[in-house]
């Protein structure tokens, strides 16, 4: 199995800058895509960014532009760096790593997901 473990994030004005970072640690064998979803107050969650195992990025179309979203496969990670914030920003913030992984006597693959992390974006 995998474990998510997220950091970064905070309070930031608009305009301002964040970074979250996201590190899978456990059996894994192989890291297809690290991606960072979130989930506004009262909206459902959406996907943000999406790196996969090749350095293939893709945005949401609100974040294009303004976030930038890395990998360090040697060391399982994967970082969003968060620029020009706005309000409608504000949300928690969930990493989600497909991922294979040891189960048992068999690799399986699954996905895995962070704590969350609290991006507030206001004056």
């Known amino acids: 199995q995998a474990h998510v473990a997220q950091s970064g994030g905070g309070l930031a004005q608009p305009g301002g800058s964040l970074e979250l970072s996201c590190v899978a640690s456990g059996d894994i064998f192989t890291i297809y895509a690290m991606e960072w979803h979130r989930q506004p107050p009262g909206k459902q969650e959406e996907l943000v960014a999406r790196i996969t195992l090749d350095g293939t990025r893709n945005y949401a179309d609100a974040v294009k ?8 496969n040697a060391a399982d990670r ?15 913030y969930y990493c989600r790593v ?14 895995f997901w962070g ?9």
């Open 78 to 92: 994967a970082d969003l760096q968060m620029s020009n914030l706005e309000p409608e920003d504000t949300a928690i």
């Open 65 to 72: 532009g303004r976030f930038t979203i890395s990998r360090d």
């Open 115 to 123: 704590q969350g992390t609290q991006v507030t974006v206001s004056s």
């Open 98 to 111: 497909d991922a294979l992984v040891k189960g048992g006597a068999f690799r399986i693959r699954s996905d």
